[in-house]
């Protein structure tokens, strides 16, 4: 897909925010700073549409991009940063929990996890989650120009075992730096919303 039109929507924490368009929506979840606004700035050709930060777990809303007038991507709180209050986390865990088992228009939920390392048991606690609820989940595993071609096999096959993948889920790899991966994940996600 070739994007020439993006825009930041809005940051809603409950479901009378939420668009009413009934355009699909792709959610990306993930733990801070693994890169899903790299990602969505990388998908949308677009430098600064998702504000990227370096402090970890600045996230704290729902933030709705329209992308062509055809989806949204909805960038989720990122998780597993500890520096956020129990109270702020549940708050989160409760927003999210909303949206994930209640919002129809939700297409497909893509886990966003650093190629460089196993998943944790967060990230495994939300691809359970989305499993559990009957959410189409793609494994997106990001950095991968970090790590040398020749030991991507070993790298995917530590991602897949993490998660104990089911076997109609897929992985793809996906650079923010080199645009490695994005037609993939563009023909995936277009089947997606169809």
């Known amino acids: 897909m070739k994007v020439n039109n ?15 368009t009934n355009l699909p929506e792709i959610a990306l979840a993930g733990r801070s700073n693994v890169g899903k606004s790299s990602f969505i700035n ?9 504000r990227t930060s370096s402090k ?10 329209k992308i062509e007038e055809k989806f949204y991507f909805v960038d989720v709180p990122g998780y597993g940063y500890a520096k ?10 409760e927003m999210l929990e909303t949206y994930f088992t209640q919002r129809e228009t939700l297409k497909l939920a893509i886990c966003v996890v650093d190629f460089r390392h196993p998943p944790t048991n967060d990230d495994v606690q939300m691809y359970d989650f989305l499993k559990y609820y009957n959410i189409p989940v793609l494994v997106l595993a990001t950095k991968v120009d970090k790590i040398p071609r020749s030991k991507w096999n070993k ?5 897949r075992e993490g998660f104990d993948l089911d076997p109609e889920d ?4 996906f650079s923010s730096e080199t645009g490695l991966g994005m037609n993939e994940v ?5 089947e ?3």
């Open 155 to 159: 790298h995917e096959k530590i991602v």
């Open 186 to 190: 563009w023909k995936y996600i277009e």
């Open 56 to 65: 970890p777990g600045k996230t704290q809303t729902l933030n709705y991009y």
């Open 6 to 20: 993006a825009e930041f929507i809005i940051s809603a924490v409950s479901p009378k925010q939420y668009p009413t």
């Open 192 to 194: 997606k919303i169809k």
């Open 84 to 93: 956020v209050s129990k109270t702020e986390r549940a708050k989160w865990g």
């Open 170 to 173: 897929k992985i793809l790899t």
């Open 42 to 50: 990388k998908m949308t050709n677009r430098k600064k549409l998702a």
